[in-house]
């Protein structure tokens, strides 16, 4: 994933959407052992093969995301390093683009992301759920 991001993606976006690169988080993010680095070519489950969230913020996703999802379908190609690359509307495999409230609501199940750390604990009944992690890609 950290290959496909800097070979493809990244150039991608620095050439076709260079105002909405450095304000997208860019990562592996979701509830499987790739978020943190477990799997291998002997443990290829679920969402094995090139995997890159963007998140973005609110704002830019209405402006534009329905532009970016379309633009990054159309111009990536369909396969990286012998696998497929997938663009799943409900799932966090392949390349998905996906505003930080719509990330929170779906993912945290919170209205808002919270501000700081302590945050995380005063939210009653919305602790992060084990497993649940983010690998940086950059």
């Known amino acids: 994933s950290q290959n496909f991001y800097r070979e493809v993606v990244k150039p991608y976006l620095t050439e076709n959407f260079p105002e909405v690169l450095s304000q997208t988080a860019v990562g592996v993010f979701g509830t499987g052992s790739d978020t943190v680095g477990l799997d291998d070519v002997l443990s290829r489950d679920h969402h094995w093969g090139p995997r890159v969230n963007l998140i973005v913020s609110d704002r830019t996703f209405d402006a534009i995301g329905p532009k970016l999802i379309s633009g990054l379908k159309e111009g990536l190609p369909n396969e990286y390093d012998g696998f497929p690359i997938g663009f799943p509307k409900l799932t966090r495999g392949g390349i998905s683009v996906e505003s930080i409230g719509g990330y929170f609501r779906d993912f945290a199940k919170m209205e808002e992301p919270p501000k700081s ?15 649940r992690s983010a690998r940086r890609h950059g």
Do not use: N, Y
């Open 117 to 131: 750390d302590l945050d995380w604990l005063r939210k009653d009944g919305h602790r992060p759920r084990r497993g």
